[in-house]
């Protein structure tokens, strides 16, 4: 038995819909399939982030007089680490059991003074400000978010180091 011309264009529109409809995922597969040809604009933030937790853990473990602020200052640039791994692993999804797309950084010291501690904080902490703001205007609105409220915190950290 033929289906009647009535059904015939209802299967047609439907069957086009689907088309439609699967355009827009077939896009995002292709445009996900490979490899990212630069590597993450996000990584060196995340990386001086991580540089500067471990220089403010280094200052709090050998300067008792600095320890609250450099603890304090150790979280917020922890988080800002953690925040940015994310946002750099949600766009290039990675293996769990390879290691993270930012390494964490060697074991520092502190400088030897309280003076020159402050100043290595104080310097650090302008650095990760300075390289987060002026990434900004370079990424899509999403992730210049992310930044801008990194350059943000780290310019309060500012603040409080004096």
């Known amino acids: 038995m033929e289906p009647s011309r009535a059904s015939l264009p209802v299967l047609r529109r439907r ?24 590597p993450d604009q996000l990584l060196p933030l995340a990386t001086a982030a ?30 800002h680490a953690k925040a940015l791994q994310r946002e750099i692993d949600r766009v290039a999804p990675r293996d769990p059991e390879d290691p993270p797309s930012v390494p964490d950084p060697a074991p520092r010291k502190a400088p030897p003074s309280a003076n020159a501690a402050a ?10 400000q300075q390289q987060s703001a002026e990434l900004v205007a370079r990424l899509p609105a999403h992730r210049a978010g992310l ?16």
């Open 15 to 38: 069957r086009a819909l689907r088309l439609f409809a699967a355009a827009p995922a077939v896009a995002v597969l292709a445009a996900c399939g490979g490899e990212p040809e630069e």
């Open 50 to 79: 991580k540089a500067d937790a471990a220089l403010a853990n280094a200052i709090a473990r050998t300067h008792s007089g600095l320890a609250e602020t450099a603890r304090e200052l150790a979280a917020a640039r922890t988080a």
């Open 147 to 162: 930044v801008a409220s990194v350059s943000a915190g780290c310019a309060s950290l500012l603040e409080v180091l004096g």
């Open 119 to 128: 100043d290595a904080l104080r310097t650090a902490v302008r650095r990760g």
